[in-house]
């Protein structure tokens, strides 16, 4: 299993233990991880099992298109995704890669207030506001 993990700067999860958790549940488990340099867990783990890719500036155009680049040649199984910040990054790279998971359109749907009234609408639910409410 090939998984590609994004570790937002902002993000204190422990993904090696994360990974330590998993590792037993397949044979063989290889991680990459897209991280800045200030974030990088820099653990002890051999890179055959965890690879750190590390950017300097995470948010930038070209780390989003490092990122695209890397989903293209690492071909991972699944993208993980460790803050809401990047979910529509991962749903995108999804999508266009064939990975399962949350996919771009219904990532932006549930991002956008606009467009997830108009999929509600669309599937028949009654919108009420707020305001009606009160």
């Not at 590609?4 to 290889?30: A, G, H, M, T, V």
């Not at 780390?63 to 695209?68: D, E, L, P, R, S």
Request: glycine residues 2%; contains cysteine; hydrophobic residues 40%.
């Amino acid at each position: 299993m090939k998984v590609l993990l994004l570790q937002q700067p902002k993000s204190f999860s422990n993904y090696p233990k994360w990974i330590e958790e998993i590792q037993e549940r397949f044979d063989c488990l290889e991680v990459m991880v897209f991280t800045s340099n200030d974030r990088a867990a820099h653990h002890s783990w051999p890179s055959s099992v965890i690879k750190e890719i590390e950017v300097s500036d995470y948010s930038s155009d070209s780390a989003t298109a490092k990122f695209f680049d890397i989903v293209r040649k690492f071909k991972p199984d699944r993208i993980v995704s460790s803050s809401e910040e990047d979910v529509l990054r991962v749903a995108e790279a999804r999508s266009l890669f064939g990975i399962p998971g949350l996919q771009h359109e219904l990532a932006l749907s549930c991002r956008d207030k606009v467009t997830m009234k108009q999929s509600a609408l669309d599937a028949g639910l009654k919108i009420m506001a707020l305001l009606n409410q009160l």
